[in-house]
């Protein structure tokens, strides 16, 4: 099991462009999350994505905004680039929306290291 | 304002020392709780979750926290830390509502130095 993959591994663009990150969740998982963390910060969530529809919405602008596909595969595209955006993005998979147990554990890919010059 | 506050961003530690990482909680009723380490160049990786019953929980690596209702606090501990538990180290809740798969709200981070 190839666990969590995400591409590219590290990324380097321009105030004002745009940019797609990819995620590929752990097999058997149906529900991606993504999450932002800034330097000397902790993971902030950004959207999640079950059926190929956004389920659940933190505070980020709409220049955020993601997809799913139909093998459950993630992207996270971000338009109008900001200094402000460089950070980890990290992506969770998770197997459903309802209950297996009280809660259904979030697994964790290693990021995209996003730097915006 | 649901929140997670981790007071210290930095911590050292001498090899085979114990260690304890403080997690205080502002929530409408208490969430789920969680720690997490993470290793540069590492993804997330947990550690122990706490969901009901029994307030002391054990995890891998030898860590194991205590939630505290009174003091909204879930403090992780170890009796003998290791070289290899250098890395960051993150409280986080989920709402025990709603959803199985809620979002996780994150603290700031604790970054553990180990002294030979």
């Known amino acids: 099991d190839a666990g969590v993959t995400q591409s590219p591994t590290h990324l380097i663009k321009t105030r004002g462009q745009q940019v797609t990150l990819r995620c590929s969740p752990k097999?058997?998982?149906?529900?991606v999350s993504w999450y932002q963390q800034a330097l000397g910060q902790g993971p902030q969530f950004i959207f999640q994505?079950?059926?190929?529809?956004?389920?659940q919405r933190g505070n980020f602008p709409d220049r955020f905004s993601g997809h799913q596909f139909p093998n459950y595969s993630s992207e996270l595209n971000v338009n109008a680039l900001l200094l402000g955006d460089s950070a980890l993005y990290l992506c969770?998979?998770?197997?459903?929306?309802?209950?297996?147990?009280?809660?259904?554990?979030?697994?964790f890919g290693p990021g995209t290291r996003l730097t915006v010059l | 304002a649901q929140s997670v506050t981790q007071p210290d961003i930095h911590i050292t530690v001498s090899e085979g020392a114990s260690l304890e990482l403080r997690c205080n909680y502002s929530?409408?009723?208490?969430?789920?709780l969680f720690w997490y380490v993470q290793s540069p160049g590492q993804g997330l990786q947990l550690l122990l979750k706490?969901?009901?019953?029994?307030?002391l929980v054990q995890g891998i690596k030898g860590f194991e926290a205590e939630f505290k209702r009174s003091q909204s606090s879930f403090n992780l501990r170890k009796p003998s830390v290791h070289w290899s538990d250098a890395a960051e180290y993150f409280c986080?809740?989920?709402?025990?509502?709603?959803?199985?798969?809620?979002?996780?709200?994150f603290g700031t981070g604790t970054l553990l130095a180990v002294q030979p």
């Open positions: 969770a998979s998770s197997y459903g929306t309802q209950a297996l147990s009280s809660y259904n554990e979030q697994f």
């Open positions: 097999s058997g998982h149906d529900t």
């Open positions: 994505y079950y059926e190929e529809e956004e389920r």
């Open positions: 929530y409408g009723a208490t969430p789920y």
């Open positions: 706490y969901f009901s019953g029994d307030t």
């Open positions: 986080a809740v989920a709402p025990a509502w709603g959803g199985a798969t809620n979002k996780l709200i």
